[in-house]
């Protein structure tokens, strides 16, 4: 009796697809929402990099200097241009903008500190004179949701953090 319950039960196929649909659905998910973060993660960087690019050539064409653009104003002009990603966009945000001797053989500077926090002690605004060197870079953190790819992407505390760098040379403005 009991031999022929085991024979009726292995034939049987009843529910099967569900079964190896429950094996498959939970990486397949994974996998889904990964790519989905990766996907948003990409055009928010692609995003930060024009906004950068575009704001910076405020500077360099001289009208951040007509306007008297200090900081905070660089970073809401930035935020401004971030699209649908500009809501979080001031609070996260953090700019450097300095002048530069030369090209070459430079080390840009590094927002994280001494415990792997983002900090803006030793960030600097200036935007130099025409003909100056400026290097203008820019730090987003975004935090990440999917557990293995935050584990792999993760910087700062749990968060990617986004950034975008320009170097230019100043236009002759002002002449």
């Known amino acids: 009796m009991a031999r ?3 024979k009726r039960f292995r034939r049987d196929q009843d529910g099967a697809t569900a079964i190896e649909f429950a094996f498959v659905a939970a990486p397949f998910l994974f996998m889904m929402f990964a790519l989905i973060e990766l996907g948003v993660l990409f055009m928010m960087d692609v995003t930060l990099e024009s906004a950068v690019s575009q ?27 971030m699209g649908v990603f500009q809501d979080r966009c001031g609070d996260r ?16 500077p590094d927002p994280v500190d001494d415990e792997g926090e983002l900090s803006e002690a030793g960030l600097l605004f200036a935007m130099g004179g ?8 820019a730090w987003y953190p975004q935090p990440l949701f999917t557990p293995l790819v935050n584990q792999g992407a993760e910087r700062v505390a749990g968060q990617r953090v986004l950034n975008a760098t ?10």
């Open 4 to 6: 022929r319950l085991l």
């Open 55 to 81: 704001t910076g050539r405020l500077v360099r064409t001289g009208q951040a200097h007509e306007r008297s653009m200090g900081a905070a104003e660089f970073r809401e002009e930035v935020c401004s241009r």
């Open 93 to 108: 945000l953090l700019v450097d903008v300095r002048v530069l001797p030369r090209f070459t053989g430079q080390t840009p």
């Open 130 to 137: 025409p003909g100056d060197i400026i290097l203008v870079s």
């Open 166 to 175: 320009t170097a230019f040379r100043n236009e002759p403005f002002g002449s």
